[in-house]
């Protein structure tokens, strides 16, 4: 018997102690009312330095902080993360006075559309998502049409007429990636066979473990593929790397100009080009419009059309096929061709 | 446990015996000479120079060797590879090792053969390697703890002539045990030690086996001797034709019981002799229901038992004193009163329906430890901290509540001190009297002889000869253990295979 | 004798608050050195977090972590008591919180009735999950460590399979997930401010309670303690091994299948590719921290939860991201070892203590004895 009151006595008093703190208590925003401090930039897994999705948006800010002489703080996501996680973290730059508070990646879709409910003056915005919200600016990219682009050249560019794509996560967002790539290596060269693969079935660790991509894309150059485009953020790295020691291979990055990257430098030469998300764009116009007093709000779609995505041509590697690419934009500005967003 | 005014000599050249009950203090005295623990106070003197030893390096270093009560071995090398294994440094690894080896050997006629692997000897092959590593090492004084513990009588009477000889060149031997007539037979000089302090010194040859375990006691000497029958003509236990076999660690399939078939009456005692090692232990886990068999039945009370879980078995009525307690019969770290629920979780007072009743399992732990003299401050202290036989009195003191109609004893009084091995041989009497079967197992002879009605001997998994105790002698017990004979054992038949072996 | 018993009971009580205090002394030396290694100054960092976990909503957010921490360190520990390791908790959890979002998504049942059966299919998949370790465990000698962790894959691919548009998920935005669960399967809350706490709790603490009652007070939880305490033991005393290694998988099982509940029914209503993953591991050190001890657990998912919710704060003000994981790591190791130590110093106390009371009861009784002969 003895037992059981000590423990009902322990039980009961921590969960009084809890509940009475709780309730009585003053929350963190209410007693720290902060002014405008700048703009709050949250990573998704991989943070900064991903040399892709992350590094454009961080390109952005840069830009701002430059022209528009805004201060910036940045904090990155963990592998393994809940949605109290996420929200916490956006909460965090809402309450510190940032303004706006930009999610990077899907993953903070609902986050963002709970935390832009409790704090209506800040202005928020996400990339690759459509939450709700009157404050919140929805910033997406048709992956689809640029995927496409690269699927053109990667039909043209591979002799042994075997191309593959490596996705980081079976999730939505890749799909639209591998889906414009099959079509526009289809719509090109009908003969050249497309070998699709992800690295996780669904956890986020794939954009995030370079050594799985490495040793992908290594399977995928020895059966013959001599053209790899990766969409799998920090860890496409390792399928470059893979690919760079493949003499006659090609890689196409991802996201950011990956030729252009200081730290993919030593394998810059056999990245034949890179499917620009221009994220820096669409989170330098936010922060602009923020700062100008009047908030971009409601989904903001940056296509083709809107050149949100784009080809790089740095390294000339495409130099030689710009008219069929070039065409194969056309048609897609003007229409003529849908891309279609899932494979 | 702690010791205090400790007062021993042993003369060089001599045998000296250390004796007392299981927790006396000779394990912490054995300690302090070897240098495993430090004394508070007090001094140690070697060849009249005071000697300071911090570690067993140091006793080493001053010729003081130790031979544990457990053999400190690696099975898979050889004997030479055994005795130079941390001792490198001595003569090396190779020829001059085996020589220096060979001459100890013959010096004290050990009969050591240096390149048989250690897992093909048997227990006493063993011993008297673990008794060459340490001379080998440069001992001058060995200690031996328990060393006949494992030994059937004609490997004890060899290893006293080892011992004989280690003395006649000069080397001084301390030696560590509870069994009186050994001691009286080996030693020169004897102390016996109680409760932490030595009480006397004698001198075997005016001393008597029941004078000697007075002195270990304190108190009057028990005995082992059951005389008046209690035999009834109801069979309680019926074995028949139990077969079980074995994959060992080398896939090999070895039969382990062979056509086992014996039957206990109510009030009877049917002690099973045998060397470790030849299926005692498997017969009762076979009776216990923790082995399946490959043939055979078990019948208790007139049902057949032969399919029934361990558990059923248990509530049918066996009671279960096993041979390893630690391992089989208590939770080392649960306090008292957890293990005296151990085993009979499903029977009152433990539990009522599928809760327990842990008041009532209290309380009657409280019984226990009063009704069995288990001496222990309290029913909440765990089991690991009573001494080895107080915790065999709370094993036998929660059997014994659940009136069974079996009890399987196996080795009940191995490691507990005459104290408690009195009160326990009282209490297989008790239960003898009252009409249970009994099942006794164990390595001392005379312990088996003086309580069993029936004698059954085990050699190689099969019952193959039988004994009556009230004549038999356990050196005639001892011969059948290792095979020399079978069939009905009587002490004519003995004694001409004995004088035969002279010959 | 009473009081001898009585002055046991106040050691253990001094050696059981002797472990956490050396463990929290031990960890905030070593937390502190980190900071000192790190060039950052530790005592400020513990005031940012002392701070920022005070607030009430910081507090808030902290119970609803530790919730779902709770359940999974409480079927962690079912395993832990038997001596088997379910690392697979992770893979349990998630498996049944996906067939409960995926059956609760397709089906309407008025009130709690749908509540009800939602939380059975949860903990029957994880059962069923955790109970293929348990049967190749027994049926084939199969270590639970390794097929628990390859069922966590296996979920893994399971769900990655399932979770597609046009299967048994739906697409919104960039997400996949299950169908939302009727208003009629959303669970109560606390109204706290500023967010409410899941009315999950209740149902925390009532499996910790039930965890405790089972473990403590029914023969079936002696058995179970048996066999960790000692299996030869155990067996001898006629428990069945093999199917109590069997029966604890289970219940494990189908404590994790509860562990996504508080999420499903509390928050998402669905299961979608942005579901918590990993609180399976995060029990294995709660169940750790917490000495497998249902109090004890519920203290140690609160500390994680406070740890995650101040160390978010500290990456916010600065510091490194990581250095959280480091303290996390420091604290349940200074745990282990300090428990290690202090159980092993009581034993040889206790037994010590036994040996001298005994002797000193011999000595009177002696006294006694002589005194009546003169």
């Known amino acids: ?343 | 446990m702690a010791n205090h005014d400790i007062d021993l000599t042993v003369r060089r050249g001599t045998v000296h015996a250390l004796c007392g009950e299981n927790g006396a203090g000779k394990s912490t005295l054995m300690k302090i000479l070897y240098g495993m623990q430090k004394p508070d106070e007090g001094t140690i003197t070697l060849d009249g120079e005071q000697a300071a030893l911090g570690t067993p390096a140091d006793a080493i270093a001053r010729g003081i060797g130790m031979v544990h009560q457990h053999f400190m071995l690696a099975d898979n090398l050889s004997v030479l590879e055994n005795v130079v294994l941390g001792a490198e440094k001595l003569h090396g690894i190779g020829a001059k090792a085996r020589a220096k080896i060979m001459e100890i050997s013959d010096a004290y006629g050990l009969a050591i053969r240096p390149d048989v692997l250690v897992e093909d000897l048997g227990v006493a092959d063993r011993q008297r390697v673990e008794i060459l590593k340490v001379l080998y090492r440069g001992a001058r004084t060995l200690i031996l703890d328990e060393p006949t513990a494992v030994l059937v009588p004609q490997e004890v009477d060899a290893l006293f002539d080892n011992l004989r000889e280690l003395k006649s060149e000069g080397l001084t031997v301390i030696f560590i045990s509870h069994k009186l007539g050994e001691v009286l037979s080996v030693a020169d000089d004897i102390t016996v030690i109680r409760r932490g302090t030595t009480v006397a010194s004698v001198e075997p040859s005016k001393t008597t086996p029941k004078q000697l375990a007075e002195l270990m006691v304190g108190s009057e000497l028990p005995s082992p001797e059951t005389r008046e029958s209690t035999v009834t003509d109801t069979p309680m236990l019926g074995v028949e034709d139990l077969r079980l076999s074995a994959t060992d660690s080398d896939g090999v399939v070895r039969t382990v019981l062979d056509g086992i078939t014996f039957t206990i009456h109510k009030g009877e005692v049917l002690g099973v002799a045998g060397v470790e090692g030849n299926g005692q232990a498997e017969l009762v886990e076979a009776i216990m229901g923790t082995r399946s068999l490959d043939g055979g039945t078990v019948t208790l009370d007139g049902q057949d038992l032969s399919a029934a879980s361990t558990r059923k078995r248990r509530e049918g009525g066996i009671g279960y004193v096993p041979e390893d307690r630690h391992r089989h019969a208590l939770l080392l770290e649960a306090p008292l009163w957890e293990n005296r629920i151990l085993g009979h979780v499903t029977e009152r007072p433990n539990s009522k329906g599928r809760l327990l009743d842990l008041a009532a399992a209290r309380k009657d732990t409280e019984r226990i430890v009063a009704e069995y003299d288990v001496r222990t401050p309290g029913i909440e202290v765990t089991a690991a901290s009573l001494s080895g036989g107080n915790q065999q009195k709370l094993i036998v003191g929660r059997e014994m509540s659940h009136h069974p109609k079996l009890l399987i004893a196996a080795h009940p009084t191995r490691g507990v001190d005459v104290g408690a091995q009195a009160q326990i041989w009282e209490q297989i009497r008790a239960a003898r009297r009252e009409g249970l079967a009994v099942l006794l197992i164990s390595a001392d002879l005379d312990e088996l002889i003086g309580l069993s009605d029936t004698l059954r001997v085990m050699y190689r998994g099969r019952l193959v000869a039988d004994a009556d105790p009230a004549t038999i002698t356990p050196e005639e017990l001892g011969s059948a253990m290792t095979g020399a004979a079978s069939g009905h054992l009587t002490a004519e038949d003995a004694d001409t295979r004995e004088g035969g072996d002279r010959e | 004798m009473k009081t001898l018993t009585r002055s046991f009971t106040k050691d253990k009580v001094l050696l059981a608050l002797a472990a956490p205090l050396l463990a929290i002394a031990a960890a905030f030396v070593i937390s502190s050195l980190v900071f000192l290694a790190s060039g950052e100054n530790p005592l400020r960092a513990y005031w940012i977090m002392a701070d920022y976990g005070h607030y009430s909503d910081s507090q808030v957010w902290i119970i609803n972590k530790a919730v779902p921490y709770y359940l999974s360190a409480l079927a962690v520990a079912i395993g832990f008591r038997m001596n088997l390791f379910n690392i697979g908790v992770d893979g349990q959890y998630r498996l049944a919180a996906f067939a409960a979002a995926a059956v609760g998504g397709a089906i309407a049942l008025p009130g709690a009735l749908q509540i009800i059966l939602l939380i059975v299919i949860a903990m029957l998949v994880g059962a069923l999950w955790s109970g293929i370790a348990g049967v190749l465990k027994t049926s084939r000698g199969v270590s639970e460590v390794i097929t628990t962790i390859m069922l966590n894959a296996i979920a893994a691919s399971v769900i990655g399979y399932f979770l597609q548009d046009g299967r048994l998920a739906i697409k919104d935005g960039n997400l996949l997930h299950t169908r939302f669960l009727p208003e009629s399967s959303h669970f109560f809350s606390f109204p706290t401010h500023p967010k409410p706490v899941y009315g999950f709790v209740v149902i925390a603490a009532l499996a910790g309670f039930v965890y405790w009652f089972v473990l403590n007070r029914t023969r079936f939880g002696f058995d179970l303690r048996a066999v960790g305490a000692s299996e030869p033991a155990a067996e001898a005393s006629g428990v069945s091994v093999k199917r109590m290694v069997v029966i604890s998988m289970l219940l494990s099982g189908a404590a994790a299948g509860l562990v996504g509940m508080p999420t499903l029914l509390g928050e998402s209503f669905n299961y979608g590719t942005d579901f918590p993953a990993g609180i399976g591991f995060t029990g294995i050190a709660i169940a750790l921290l917490g000495r497998n001890h249902p109090v004890g657990m519920a203290f140690g998912a609160l500390l994680w939860a406070f740890l995650d919710r101040t160390g978010s704060r500290l990456e916010f003000e600065g510091y490194a991201q990581e250095i959280v994981g480091v303290i996390q790591g420091v604290i349940v190791l200074c745990v282990v070892i300090a428990y290690e130590i202090v159980r092993r110093y009581g034993l040889r106390a206790q037994q010590r203590k036994v040996g001298e009371e005994l002797a000193a009861q011999a000595r009177t009784n002696e006294n006694d004895k002589a005194e009546a002969t003169a």
């Not at chain 1, 936010?286 to 949100?308: C, N, Q």
Request: proline share 3%; with cysteine.
């Open chain 1, 1 to 343: 018997m003895r037992r059981v009151t000590r423990f009902a006595a322990a039980a009961s008093a921590s969960a009084l102690l809890a509940l009475t703190a709780t309730a009585c208590g003053q929350s963190f925003a209410e007693a720290n009312r902060a002014s405008h401090a700048g703009v709050g930039l949250a990573f998704d897994i991989g943070g900064r330095d991903d040399h892709s999705f992350n590094e454009a948006a961080a390109r952005g800010t840069e830009n701002a902080r430059k022209k528009l002489g805004v201060n910036v703080k940045m904090l990155t996501a963990k592998n393994g993360e809940t949605e109290a996680d996420r929200e916490q973290r956006l909460a965090s730059f809402a309450e510190a006075g940032y303004n706006p508070v930009i999610g990077v990646g899907f993953a903070y879709s609902r986050s963002i559309e709970n935390v832009a409910k409790d704090f209506p003056e800040t202005s928020f915005g996400v990339v690759d998502a459509v939450p709700q919200g009157k404050n919140v600016d929805a910033m997406v990219f048709a992956e689809h049409e640029g995927s496409y682009l690269a699927g053109v050249a990667a039909a043209l560019k591979s002799k042994n007429h075997k191309v593959g794509f490596i996705g980081g996560v079976n999730n939505a967002l890749i799909q639209k990636f591998q889906a414009g790539f099959e079509q526009g290596v289809r719509d090109t060269d009908p003969k050249t066979k497309v070998t699709s693969q992800y690295l996780y079935p669904n956890n986020d660790k794939g954009f995030n473990d370079p050594a799985a991509a490495k040793a992908k894309a290594g399977g995928m150059l020895d059966s013959g593929i001599d053209v790899i485009y990766s969409a799998a953020g920090q860890s496409g790295a390792g399928a470059i790397e893979a690919i760079s020691k493949r003499k006659g291979a090609w890689a196409i990055g991802v996201d950011s100009d990956q030729y252009q990257q200081p730290g993919l430098a030593k394998y810059k030469d056999c990245i034949l080009t890179s499917v620009v998300k221009n994220v820096d764009v669409a989170v330098f116009d936010l922060i602009k419009s923020v700062e100008d007093g009047k908030p971009l709000t409601g989904v903001h779609a940056y296509d083709m059309k809107k050149k949100g995505v784009t080809l790089a041509t740095s390294g000339g590697f495409i130099k030689d096929i710009q008219p069929q690419i070039d065409a194969a934009r056309q048609k897609i500005v003007e229409g003529k061709v849908k891309v279609k967003e899932t494979p």
